[in-house]
């Protein structure tokens, strides 16, 4: 056995709690591509976490996930991918060695501590059952009412910087959440957020636009578009009754970032309030979806009046850019030529996707990095909804 020392890599911090990764690859003449052909990648393994035990260091077997994971590891790999979880500090350098037996890599440790990897393997499609996030047949919408709007979207190409005005109430499951907060001495303060309607009692937001337990302090408003205006003909108020935020839910890693409302008293459902369809099909890598919220234009800014919209395209291999993104459960999305974004205030609604006619919330807006997702820099992240159905579901 031999230990083969993994280059030096230097990173650039990011905007926000999550971080870009760093990545080694091992035979040097492997790449993320050329895993093709006869071969695929394995799926992510993080057996292990670093701990004092190694001097804080992290290290990942191939025996171990071998044993673990019969079915999803090979025997004889062909080569192998380590990238970070977590935060990277700016500017720092980032290395790690190779245990090598017999010309086929048999584990990955890492040379920086406190700082956890997961690794995968190009196998052979001979010798293991290649995942993939794609079904030979899609998932059918289970509602044939659900996601159709009697006041339809306008799609155009023309624009503004951040995304185009919607047509008023073409997004009838886009709802504003409203939290009442304490913000000083004697005063008390209004948290926003979007959320999408899943039927006439439940709403679909984020984990983390929950600040409180208490269900009386936030209100539902669905059949808004204009802040600014008294929309008293189209709009309806709701109390909220319970809270169910994912048992999961790690505000430090921004993991399981999805919670469920249920109101008191259910919408009515008419030309202006509709409910989305939960998945159905997936969406590709490179497809497009749709956007919408009140959030700011910009970094720092306040919440925009009127609702907004915007047409971005799905994110492949969003790991280049963040360091905490399990593409299982969570979507990147980007329009790198305008920079169209998520911003503050956009947390908890959704990306959507038309599918025959009827739109599918595919995701709930999670993190941002700068508000904005030109090329080379870091996609917004939204939560994948398909990956939490029987956990959403439970409560419809």
């Known amino acids: 056995m031999f230990l083969i020392v993994i280059a030096t890599a230097l990173l650039c911090s990011s905007a926000i709690q999550a971080g870009p990764s760093v990545s080694f690859l091992y035979p040097q003449t492997l790449t993320e591509t050329t895993c093709t052909g006869s071969n695929s990648w394995t799926k992510w393994f993080n057996l292990n976490k670093p701990s004092a035990a190694n001097g804080n260091m992290d290290s990942e077997s191939f025996a171990t996930i071998r044993q673990n994971s019969p079915a999803d590891s090979c025997t004889k790999p062909q080569g192998i991918q380590a990238r970070s979880i977590g935060v990277l500090a700016s500017g720092a350098s980032y290395s790690g060695s190779w245990e090598v037996t017999n010309g086929i890599v048999t584990g990955f440790k890492s040379a920086t501590a406190n700082l956890d990897f997961e690794v995968r393997y190009c196998c052979p ?19 044939s009412t659900c996601g159709r709007a009697d006041i339809k979207a306008s799609l155009s190409t023309s624009r503004i910087f951040g995304g185009a005005h919607a047509v008023a109430n073409s997004w009838p ?8 907060k304490p913000c000083g001495t004697n005063q008390i303060c209004t948290g926003n957020c979007g959320g999408t309607l899943l039927d006439s009692r439940h709403v679909l937001t984020a984990a983390h636009c929950i600040g409180t337990t208490n269900a009386s302090a936030i209100t539902i408003i669905a059949g808004l578009h204009n802040k600014q205006l008294s929309e008293a003909d189209t709009r ?12 999961g839910w790690d505000s430090a890693k921004l993991k399981d970032d999805v919670a469920v409302l249920r109101l008191a008293q259910p919408v009515t459902f ?21 956007m919408i919220g009140w959030g700011a234009e910009q970094l720092g800014g306040s919440p925009y009046h009127q609702l907004k919209q915007a047409l971005v395209k799905v994110i492949g291999d969003c790991y280049r850019f963040w360091g905490q993104i399990d593409e299982d459960k969570q979507i990147c999305v980007a329009h790198t030529s305008n920079g169209d974004s998520a911003c503050q205030g956009d947390s908890g609604g959704p990306i959507l996707q038309q599918h025959n006619g009827q739109w599918v919330v595919q995701g709930i807006a999670s993190f941002v990095s700068d508000c904005k997702t030109y090329q080379n820099m870091a ?8 990956a939490y159905l029987d956990w959403i579901k439970s409560f419809l």
Request: aromatic share 10%; net charge positive; with cysteine.
């Open 379 to 386: 996609p917004n992240v939204y939560v994948r909804v398909s």
């Open 236 to 247: 309806q108020f709701r109390a909220v009754q319970r809270i169910f935020v994912h048992p």
């Open 270 to 290: 008419n030309r202006f309030v509709q409910p989305a369809c939960l998945p159905g099909p997936e969406p590709q890598v490179d497809s497009n979806v749709v």
């Open 173 to 180: 499951w886009q709802v504003l959440y409203q939290e009442q």
């Open 125 to 143: 499609n001979t010798d293991f059952t290649p995942t993939t996030t794609t079904t030979t047949t899609p998932r059918p919408i289970t509602s």
